[in-house]
C-alpha cells in the first residue's frame, strides 16, 4: 500500500486541468465533446448542430442555455485517458459572458486556444488570450476547422505574433490546406500520419503513420501534397522558432497544433502531445508562501458560485479547486474567511449533466461543494492551517450598467434576496444610488446580456418580475480618499455618484473624457478601475 504522501504525488503528477478559450463558433464545444470521445467518456459524438438545435449541449445546464443555445456558465468535465486524469474547465462561448471565463481561468494550470483556420485571431480569442497572459500559464494553440479552406499556416503564425505577442512552435503541420486536409506531419517524430475518412466524426478516425521518408507517402498524397510538405519543413526548421520547454512552460511561445475538430483529424495527436506538455498542478501563491500541491493537508479555493443549479432543488453551489492534500467525503477543512470549521459532507463532481458523489479528490480537481451561503469567490479552505489563504481572484470591471426596480413593490423581499444572491455568484456588481431608495439598484454587468439572465433568474427562480432600464455608462471608479464627500467633487454632469455593497462611493461614467475630468480637477482623491481582490 502506497501511503498518503506517495498517492498524492501519484495523483498530482497524472493530473491535468486546464481550459479551452476561443472566439464563438471557432469549435470550442466540438472540440471538448471530441476529447470526451477519445478518453472514452461517451460512445458516439453528436453533430454539434443537431445537438445546438435540440437545445442541449454536453454541459449546459440552465434553462436559458438550452433556450439560447449558448453556454451562459462554466462547467467542469473529468475524464481519463492513458491513465492521465483530465478536468476540462469548459467555458461559456458567448462573449458576454466572458467574466465567468476570466475567474474559470484562475482554477487552471494551462490553457487551450483554439482558433478557426480560416479567421484566424479573433476579438474574443485576444481578450481571453491577455487573461492567460496575466496568469502566466503556458497556451497550447489548436488551429480548428482545417477540414476546410483556411488561411495559409504560416500566415496564421505571424499573425498570432502580430496579434497577441506570443512566437509560436508548430508542433506538427497541416498536409492539404484548401479544404482537402489529409493529415499532418509530426515534427518531433519526423512522421506523417494521415487520417482515413471516417464517419463525420461520429467515432475514432483510423490513420495510417509512418517516416516522412517512406515513399509510399509520395504516392499516397501526390507529387504536389508530398513536395509542398517537404518544402514547408525545410522552411520550418530553418526559419522557425527552437522548441523550448521552458518557455512553452512560461507563457511565452506556443505550440501549434492543427487540426479538425468535427472530422476528429489531427485530435488525438494533439491530446496526446499536449498531455505530455502541459504542466501538472503546481504551487499556489498564499498569505504564508508557496503552497505545495503534494503536501498531505488539503487546500484549496473556491473560484465560482452557482445558486440554483437544479431547479427541482433549489440548491447553491460552490466550486472548489483543490490545490494540494488529498479530499475526502466527509472531511472537516477550516473555511478561512469565517474563521470555522466546517464538514465537506455531499461534495459532487461533475459529468456532462450527472453529479456524482466524490469519495476523494487530488489537486487540480474540482469538486462542487453544497453551499448553505457561506461560501463567496475567492475563499480558502484549508486542513489544519487557519493563517493560509489564496491570493484572490480579481474582480473584472463592469462595462455595462442598467437600474433595476422590482415591477411590483410587495416582492421587495425576495428581489433584494435574488439579487443578493446572483451578484455573490460574481455574475452582477450591485451599486445603490445614493440618496434614493434601496429599490433603484444600479446593476453593473461585463456583458449586455447578463440582463437577460438576470431577468430571466430573478423570474424563474425568485418570483420577481422586473424593470430594467439601460444607463449609458461605460466604466466604474472607486474613489480613493479620506473623508471625501463625494456631492462636492468636480465632475461633468453626467457622472453619477453611487456606492458599493460595503458602502465605499464609486463613480460612473459615461466616457474616458469624464473620468479625465475628474480625476484633473479633484487632486485630493484618486480614482482605481476595480476593487481588483476580493
Ligand atoms: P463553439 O461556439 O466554439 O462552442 O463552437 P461549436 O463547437 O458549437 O462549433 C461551431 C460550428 O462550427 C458548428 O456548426 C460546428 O459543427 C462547426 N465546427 C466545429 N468544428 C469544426 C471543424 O473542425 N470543421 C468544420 N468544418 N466545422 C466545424
Redesign the pocket.
Known amino acids: 500500500m502506497p501511503d498518503l504522501k506517495e498517492t498524492i504525488c501519484n495523483e498530482v503528477s497524472r493530473r491535468k486541468t486546464f481550459a479551452i478559450i ?12 471530441k476529447l470526451l470521445l477519445y478518453g472514452g467518456a461517451i460512445r458516439l459524438a453528436g ?3 443537431s445537438r ?1 438545435a435540440n437545445k442541449h ?1 454536453v454541459s449546459d445546464w440552465m434553462e436559458i442555455e438550452k433556450q439560447r443555445g449558448i ?1 451562459v456558465t462554466s462547467s467542469v468535465l473529468q475524464f481519463t485517458y492513458n491513465d492521465y486524469c483530465i478536468n476540462i474547465l469548459d467555458t461559456p ?1 458567448h462573449q458576454d459572458f466572458s467574466e465567468d471565463t476570466y475567474r474559470t481561468l484562475v482554477a487552471a494550470d494551462s490553457a487551450v486556444m ?1 482558433i478557426d483556420g480560416a479567421k484566424g485571431v479573433e476579438a474574443q480569442t485576444i481578450k481571453l488570450f491577455h487573461v492567460c497572459k496575466m496568469r502566466g500559464i503556458p497556451i497550447f494553440t489548436f488551429v ?5 479552406a483556411s488561411k495559409d499556416p504560416f500566415e496564421l503564425m505571424e499573425e498570432i505574433e502580430n496579434v497577441l505577442g506570443i512566437r509560436s512552435y508548430p508542433m506538427n503541420w497541416p498536409i492539404g490546406t484548401e479544404g482537402d486536409f489529409k493529415g499532418v506531419y509530426n515534427r518531433s517524430k519526423a512522421q506523417i500520419e494521415l487520417f482515413d475518412g471516417g464517419n463525420h466524426g461520429q467515432s475514432t478516425v483510423s490513420s495510417t503513420i509512418g517516416s516522412v521518408n517512406d515513399k509510399v507517402f509520395a504516392d499516397l498524397l501526390g507529387e504536389h501534397h508530398y513536395n509542398k510538405l517537404c518544402e514547408e519543413i525545410e522552411l520550418l526548421n530553418l526559419a522557425g522558432d527552437e522548441f523550448d520547454k521552458k518557455k512553452i512552460m512560461s507563457g511565452e511561445l506556443t505550440p501549434i497544433f492543427f ?5 476528429n483529424f489531427g485530435v488525438q495527436p494533439f491530446l496526446e502531445e499536449f498531455l505530455n506538455l502541459a504542466p501538472k498542478p503546481g504551487f499556489k501563491k498564499s498569505s504564508i508562501g508557496d503552497v505545495d500541491p503534494e503536501s498531505d493537508k488539503l487546500t484549496g479555493f473556491i473560484f465560482k458560485i452557482q445558486a440554483n443549479m437544479n431547479p427541482t432543488h433549489r440548491d447553491r453551489i460552490a466550486f472548489l479547486r483543490i490545490c494540494s492534500g488529498k479530499f475526502t467525503k466527509g472531511m472537516g477543512v477550516y473555511h478561512v474567511q469565517s474563521k470555522k470549521e466546517i464538514r465537506l459532507a455531499q461534495p459532487t463532481q461533475f459529468m456532462a449533466q450527472e453529479r456524482t458523489i466524490v469519495e476523494e479528490a487530488y489537486p487540480g480537481d474540482i469538486i462542487g461543494l453544497f453551499d448553505p451561503g457561506i461560501f463567496n469567490i475567492g475563499d480558502t479552505l484549508s486542513e489544519g492551517n487557519s493563517q493560509l489563504k489564496f491570493d484572490g481572484i480579481p474582480i473584472f470591471p463592469a462595462e455595462h450598467f442598467a437600474r433595476v426596480t422590482a415591477s411590483d413593490s410587495m416582492k421587495r423581499k425576495q428581489f433584494q434576496k435574488g439579487i443578493m444572491q446572483l451578484s455573490e455568484e460574481g455574475a452582477i456588481q450591485t451599486f445603490k444610488q445614493i440618496d434614493i431608495g434601496i429599490e433603484a439598484l444600479i446593476i453593473g454587468a461585463v456583458g449586455a446580456l447578463q440582463f437577460e439572465v438576470l431577468e430571466y433568474r430573478l423570474k424563474y427562480e425568485y418570483g420577481v418580475d422586473i424593470k430594467i432600464q439601460h444607463l449609458p455608462f461605460k466604466h466604474a471608479r472607486w474613489i480613493i480618499g479620506e473623508n471625501i464627500d463625494p456631492r462636492k467633487l468636480n465632475l461633468t454632469s453626467s457622472t453619477m455618484i453611487v456606492e458599493d455593497n460595503e458602502k465605499h462611493h464609486v463613480l460612473l461614467f459615461e466616457n474616458e473624457w469624464s473620468i479625465r475630468w475628474a480625476e484633473e480637477r479633484n487632486k485630493d482623491i484618486s480614482l482605481v478601475d476595480i476593487a481588483t481582490n476580493f
Open positions: 476561443s472566439h464563438p463558433d471557432a469549435g470550442k464545444t466540438t472540440l471538448t465533446e453533430s454539434v448542430k445546438k449541449a453556454s462561448g483554439l480548428n476547422k482545417m477540414d476546410r487540426g479538425s475538430a468535427m472530422t
